[in-house]
């Protein structure tokens, strides 16, 4: 929002220009300025333990600061590098030492005994989480979008720093154990491979519940589904919320489609009881729930937190 307000091209291509660019890093904030067939694709894991590929949902207009950028392996590196050796690349200066060093300070604190994974936080720098793995400072950032998981992380004193992504919800946590069992390795603790090793066990129980729990789910959904109890015309229409714009629900051949900004997505019932159909907006499942007066169409839409009002 700053950068918007103050540089005529918007936060992106600032970045682009200033920040990625510079250090040679494969980083961009438009999903456009990517080819296709390098995005990897999500995947779902399904009740009988197979991994089913979603589309990528992410369009440029929903990339944001806060989760917003596409990167490969080499250039999210590359990016740690540069953080560790003080803003150089290469024997290059490329960024400033004094920010670099700046941004890795606490500006904000967290909650005692805050922790995520096998780390402790204690506060908050520019972008970065400031914390400890086993008494160590740590400096990372995690992020998370539906489908995909990724860890950028460093010890500054030992001079070392990890980067993990993954692409499917079910193994997000296979990052932070990538992440400890290196930084383990790399300090010489004698106990890395038992306590990697039981790390990816509890992994593997987990796994067994979240298939589990699909195939619960499965069940579920199949004794809710029944035929819409209203006509379809009584669920389309426009619909607004001030904070979260328009939602246009239409029908064609009989089928119910829902609009949500540049989001589109077939609707299907999930729990007609209770007027709810679900769709597949923000790369994964949302619950639509309607809310009917006694007779006529549907008079608003909730969606998560949001809940839009018809206006037509």
Known sequence: MVIDALRPEGWKAFLDRRVFKPAGLDIRSAVSDAPPARIAKSHQLQADGRFISQPFAKRDVTMNAAGGHLGTIKGLARWVIAHLEDGRLEGA???PAAAVRRSHEILARQPPKTRFAFFDRDGWG???DVGRYDGEQMVSRFGGYTGFR???SMLPARGVGVVAVVNGDSGSGITDVIAA???DRLLGKPDAETRGAAR???LATRLQTLKRRAGEADSARAARQRPLPRPVADYTGRFEDPG???VVISQTDGKLMIRWGVLESALAPYDVAKD???AVLLGGENIVEFRFGPVGPA???TIGNASFARIR
């Open 200 to 202: 990816l066990d509890s």
């Open 126 to 128: 520019m972008g970065w």
């Open 181 to 183: 069992y290196a930084y």
């Open 93 to 95: 200066q490329v960024y």
């Open 150 to 152: 990724s860890h950028l």
């Open 299 to 301: 008079l608003d839409v």
């Open 244 to 246: 979260f714009g328009r």
């Open 276 to 278: 709810q159909l679900s």
